[in-house]
């Protein structure tokens, strides 16, 4: 029972956690409004790596919903393309954290959620011109999912989320 106890506390912690990035993120001036790093994403690929595909899915939608009530945009767009995105690359990575690296995995998620985003996006706004972002869609999705996991990986190194051991490969709990 503690050791449950223990996880719901550091899942709880790792939610908040990704909420404030998220927020912090989208207040945050960009070149262009959709282009973000997504490091709020490192919460999530860490949880993914310690914990599990549901532990991370449930981090990401709870994320996504928290920044979304936060932010004021709960009934927009742009929170079902957050929480799409969210839902592809956890279940994405999720199934790949035993096969590709923390890097790898991260890149992989950032590619599935950008596609999701793309395809949601293409129909809610009919004409978008889906040939044209596509390429620099892709490039920014390895680019940021790199980088993601790249601070996944030394915050990992260092125990992230320092509720555990440190150590990429230390043991986490099967979902």
């Not at 790792?14 to 990035?21: N, R």
């Not at 990575?93 to 949601?120: D, E, H, Y």
Request: proline share 5%; hydrophobic share 55%.
């Amino acid at each position: 029972m503690d050791k449950l106890n223990g996880h719901f506390r550091a899942e709880i912690i790792l939610v908040l956690l990704a909420i404030g990035i998220g927020v912090l993120e989208n207040i945050v001036p960009k070149p262009f409004p959709f282009l973000k790093l997504g490091l709020a994403n490192v919460v999530t690929v860490s949880a993914i790596i310690r914990y599990g595909t549901m532990t991370g899915l449930r981090i990401n939608v709870l994320r996504s919903t928290g920044a979304a009530l936060l932010l004021g945009i709960i009934a927009t767009p742009t929170y079902l393309l957050s929480l799409a995105g969210g839902i592809v690359s956890s279940i994405v990575m999720g199934n790949l954290r035993n096969v590709f690296s923390v890097t790898g995995i991260s890149v992989a998620g950032s590619l599935c959620s950008l596609c999701i985003q793309l395809f949601l996006a293409m129909l809610l706004l009919p004409g978008l011109p889906v040939g044209t972002l596509a390429m620099p869609l892709i490039v920014w999705g390895i680019l940021s999912g790199a980088v993601t996991g790249i601070v996944a990986v030394i915050l990992l190194r260092k125990g992230f989320p320092w509720i555990r051991e440190a150590g990429v490969d230390s043991p986490c709990s099967q979902e």
